[in-house]
């Protein structure tokens, strides 16, 4: 299987899509074949590299998921645009198992020509981040150093176990990553010290500072990479990139 | 019907549990006997103010409301506990029509005894956010001032509109309300500027400043009317109830 890392957190606002959007131009830019897939009904990973959300979901449609694939401005970035089609999404939120077992092939079919696959999850423990976990190799948190991020996590890691411990799973983790980090607020200190105290080696070195830039480059349909190279939040992105990188 | 508002935005982290407490906080002090219906599978609402969650969602559960309904230390403020209890929130996430009737049905009987009642939802437009919206009064939207928070307010209005067309709605809007406001960054004043063009007359006056004490409060279980009475949070959402309440 080719590595997938799922980007999710049932907490909104975490920095998800965010995350999503420049680790995989990071990636891309280190020389790897990297696909973009957006979940997430809201469509931000699609419009927050400057493209448009398809009519239909294309994991819905029987059309071949090369189909939908789209290139970007990025070399070497493929994305996989979400839809906001309401039946779409229903299905894909109230489906079963055995359609889930579909997904999960309609991915993996398609994936094996890219070298790293990152889905960006909505907001909730439902049906389609179950799915998406199940499709992955790995999966990466977000979380804000805050004290309801703090609240979700135990719940959000239950349901990972249970995916783990089902029989095809290939599920592992892959690190807890702080975001929108502030230094001089003591609120950021507590919850970063309680968060490795409690989860040890799986919390990235990398944090990533709050960065107005990363908000203002979403608004131009393109990544920090591109509309501000130098600023704190390209560079953390990289670095962490190559965390995960060597991870392997 | 009691005055119902239903606090909702399929974005995430935009402060709609913060502003659910601090608003029924302000609400209660302002002398109106007050109920937080606390809907998101998170419970953040529920231990902001200091309260355990429930075993059971006391919406599946045959029990009476009242037997759910917790008193708090504020005066005039009552809480319906949220449960993360999988199985019932998927039983209000997937559940069908005729079971949301039910669901309206159980909250209005129990609703008479309180002069405002607010519901906190989750990030999604799914089921149960349908379900609260349809039993509601008012709905109000918070959002922040970046641009992904603008991309979900078309797709949000789109349901609202769509329940509002129902045969027995009441549901009216509430307004926009703009969170973590901050007046220094030019993209809080393009995104405001937005708002305002395009949504006039229903964008609250009030603004919510960003400010750590708010995510602080919510740490020591209290809203921070108890934690920082002085604080500009605090005197925000002051003059948010104080709007609300002359809307009538
Ligand atoms: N490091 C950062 N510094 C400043 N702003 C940030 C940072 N990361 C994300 N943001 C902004 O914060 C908001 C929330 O981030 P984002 O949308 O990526 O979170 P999310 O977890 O994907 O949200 P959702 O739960 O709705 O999917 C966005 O408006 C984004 O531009
Ligand atoms: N005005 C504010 N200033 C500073 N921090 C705030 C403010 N409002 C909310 N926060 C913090 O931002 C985070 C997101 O807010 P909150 O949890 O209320 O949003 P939400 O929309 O309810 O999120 P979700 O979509 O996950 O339900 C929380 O950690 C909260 O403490
Ligand atoms: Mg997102
Ligand atoms: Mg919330």
Do not use: W
């Not at 957190?9 to 975490?14: E, M, T």
């Not at 830019?29 to 400057?50: E, F, K, M």
Request: with cysteine; aromatic share 6%.
């Amino acid at each position: 299987m080719v590595r997938t890392i799922c980007i999710a957190n049932q907490k909104g606002g975490v920095g998800k899509t965010t995350t999503a959007i420049h680790l995989a131009t990071a990636s891309a830019i280190a020389g790897q074949r990297t696909l973009l897939v957006d979940l997430d009904p809201q469509c931000n990973a699609t419009s927050g590299i400057g493209q448009q959300p398809l009519e239909r979901h294309p994991l819905v449609c029987e059309r071949p998921l090369g189909e939908s694939i789209r290139i970007t401005e990025v070399e070497n970035l493929g994305i996989l645009p979400g839809s906001r089609y309401f039946q779409d999404i229903d299905y894909l939120e109230n489906g079963n198992a055995s359609h889930s077992e579909r997904l999960k092939h309609h991915l993996a079919n398609y994936t094996q020509r890219y070298d790293l696959v990152y889905i960006d999850c909505p907001p909730s423990l439902g049906q389609l981040t179950q799915t998406a976990l199940s499709s992955s190799s790995e999966v990466l948190m977000p979380i804000q150093c805050e004290f309801f991020a703090m609240e979700g996590l135990t719940q959000m890691i239950h349901v990972i176990k249970r995916i783990m411990q089902r029989v095809d799973n290939q599920l592992q983790f892959g690190g807890i990553l702080l975001t929108m980090y502030e230094p001089q607020l003591e609120l950021t200190h507590e919850v970063d010290a309680e968060v490795r105290d409690f989860f040890g080696e799986i919390v990235f070195d990398t944090v990533i500072p709050r960065d107005v830039t990363l908000s203002e480059a979403s608004g131009h349909g393109q990544s920090t990479f591109e509309y501000a190279p130098r600023s704190r939040g390209t560079r953390a992105y990289t670095e962490l990139c190559q965390e995960i990188l060597e991870y392997e």
